[in-house]
């Protein structure tokens, strides 16, 4: 058995039928949708067309979802349908970064991950979906795909069908007849944040607001106020227009670039110990304690950073306790977890060296075991969140080759940038210095080469680099990453003197939350649906 749906988009009304029926049913809250119809003309005025476009989860074959939860709370049933359970959802919003087709939505009622079930609950009575039984056109079709005497089968048998984005390997239970191509794809047209079929969105705001809306709509050729005006042309001219669109939160904000600047220098500071210890050049025992202190800080930040951002922070612990291996976030948090519980064992080693309580041999002789041990795990933590972002297949931009390469070069940098502002001037603080001046060229190559200059694969992908290097982000990028994050600090080492370390050392920590902030936030905000 095997459930699926099929949308006749050519018989499709537009009458929202499906999505109020849905809400009713489901109990859904205001201001989100587990079914929606999308609305797209095209044409130019007089000659317009509208077309609809019934859009929610596609129960996939291969959810990516599912391989994504770290508690099960999104789980594929033997039937094919998708489901989630609220009550086990810790709120990481990985499932939503994950869906490529934005069917996800956090309830802001529970704070869980909901989405279309395929009404499984009636379904399990033999009643069919509430948005199939409402359809005034039978537009909606559900059942099983496997059985060749079904309705649905039939349907998909007889007709061109198609599936939203089938490049992304996910195998939708969600098929098309008809409809238009603007509709299926949410990137055909552009998005603008003021203008829409029936209306324009003036921002609120004082007379700096102000200012910047009427030099916005002078610009568009908008009036100043009111989207109905009878002016000069055409009063639509646009080929695609979009009637309205929903706009929702970034579910990835702050506090995952902050993890990942924090992550970064902890696991940048054990790594340089690590090195220098391994290569036989021994640092004195207070300035080990402190590389160990710091990791520890940092690793603990990290910890707080990814705690605060669940919707559910109580639950956090059923990511250990009850794990699903696949997702990268449980791999992940048994790697952090290792790697905390390591770096503390080498703290207290060098703590009770430096205080005298064991002796200087044995610390000597346990040292190289205690970070060789470590390193791998200190290598797993700095690059687990490159696999992470691979399996959020939502965002294109975020499944690059290179991302694990360079999440490496970060953390180098970040653990040698902030032993620079520890030890400025001194010859540990020299040593730093130099590798600092190596990491921030070579993460330089690898942002040039893996963001700047490499064609991307697909649209979005290509959108989100766009809003990077030219678009919204572009000042947080050039600005903040490559001059504050990369070339001053250049300047900087090289000038010496302590001040000018301590400089640098901590520009390249704001340029590298500043690239963080853009890479993690701009592919979020291209359009999935």
Not at 295 to 320: C, N, Q, S
Not at 360 to 382: C, D, K, M
């Given at each position: 058995m095997n459930y699926g749906f099929v949308i006749d988009n050519d018989s499709c009304i537009g009458c929202h039928a499906c999505s109020?029926?849905?809400?009713?049913?489901?109990?859904?809250?205001?201001?989100?949708?587990?079914?929606w119809v999308k609305s797209v003309e095209t044409g130019a005025y007089p000659n317009v067309t509208r077309s609809f476009q019934v859009t929610r989860c596609n129960h996939c074959a291969n959810p990516p979802c599912v391989r994504i939860c770290p508690v099960t709370a999104m789980y594929q049933r033997d039937d094919g349908i998708v489901e989630f359970d609220p009550d086990m959802c810790i709120g990481c919003k990985a499932?939503?970064?994950?869906?490529?087709?934005?069917?996800?939505?956090?309830?802001?009622?529970?704070?869980?991950?909901?989405?279309?079930?395929?009404?499984?609950?009636?379904?399990?009575?033999?009643?069919?979906?509430?948005?199939?039984?409402?359809?005034?056109?039978?537009?909606?079709?559900?059942g099983d795909l496997d059985d060749p005497d079904s309705e649905i089968a039939q349907k998909v048998a007889q007709n061109t069908v198609s599936v939203r984005k089938p490049e992304q390997g996910t195998a939708p239970n969600l098929f098309y007849i008809g409809g238009d191509d603007a509709a299926m794809h949410p990137t055909a047209t552009e998005r603008t944040p003021t203008t829409f079929a029936w209306a324009d969105v003036l921002p609120v705001g004082g007379d700096g607001a102000s200012a910047r809306s009427h030099k916005r709509h002078s610009e568009q050729g908008l009036p100043e106020a009111g989207p109905i005006h009878i002016g000069k042309g055409r009063m639509a001219e646009q080929m695609v227009q979009v009637v309205w669109n929903a706009q929702h939160k970034v579910p990835w904000h702050w506090p995952v670039p902050a993890y990942l600047v924090t992550k970064a220098i902890a696991a940048g500071l054990f790594m340089l110990a690590a090195w220098r210890t391994l290569i036989g050049v021994s640092l004195p025992d207070a300035q080990l304690v402190t590389l160990g202190i710091?990791?520890?800080?940092?690793?603990?930040?990290?910890?707080?950073?990814?705690?605060?951002?669940?919707?559910?922070?109580?639950?956090?612990?059923?990511?250990?306790?009850r794990p699903q291996w696949k997702s990268w976030l449980v791999r992940g948090a048994y790697l952090l977890v290792a790697f905390s519980l390591l770096a503390t064992g080498w703290l207290a080693l060098e703590g009770a060296a430096l205080m005298g309580w064991i002796?200087?041999?044995?610390?000597?002789?346990?040292?190289?075991?205690?970070?060789?041990?470590?390193?791998?795990?200190?290598?797993?933590?700095?690059a687990y969140t490159a696999f992470l972002f691979g399996q959020a297949e939502g965002r294109d931009l975020w499944q690059n080759s290179l991302l694990p390469v360079h999440l490496l070069v970060q953390a180098v940098m970040a653990g040698a940038a902030f032993g620079v502002v520890l030890w400025p001037g001194n010859a540990t603080g020299d040593v730093f210095a130099t590798v600092l001046i190596w990491a921030v060229v070579i993460d330089l190559l690898v942002i040039f080469l893996g963001e700047v200059l490499m064609p991307h694969a697909s649209d979005t992908a290509a959108l989100a680099a766009y809003e990077i290097i030219r678009g919204k982000y572009r000042k947080i990028f050039w600005l903040g990453a490559i001059v504050l994050g990369h070339v001053l600090p250049l300047v900087l080492v090289l000038e010496g003197g302590s001040i000018m370390l301590v400089l640098a050392g901590l520009a390249v920590l704001v340029g590298l939350y500043a690239y963080e902030w853009a890479f993690v936030t701009a592919p979020q905000e291209i359009p999935n649906s």
């Open positions: 109020t029926a849905c809400k009713s049913e489901n109990s859904v809250p205001l201001g989100v949708n587990r079914t499932c939503l970064q994950a869906c490529p087709y934005d069917a996800i939505y956090i309830d802001p009622e529970t704070g869980s991950a909901a989405k279309c079930h395929y009404c499984a609950h009636r379904v399990e009575v033999g009643l069919e979906p509430a948005c199939v039984v409402i359809c005034p056109e039978h537009a909606i079709i559900a710091w990791t520890v800080v940092f690793l603990g930040l990290t910890t707080a950073l990814l705690v605060f951002d669940l919707e559910h922070p109580m639950r956090f612990l059923r990511i250990l306790t002796d200087g041999s044995a610390a000597e002789g346990l040292r190289p075991w205690i970070l060789g041990a470590g390193l791998p795990l200190a290598l797993g933590a700095a």
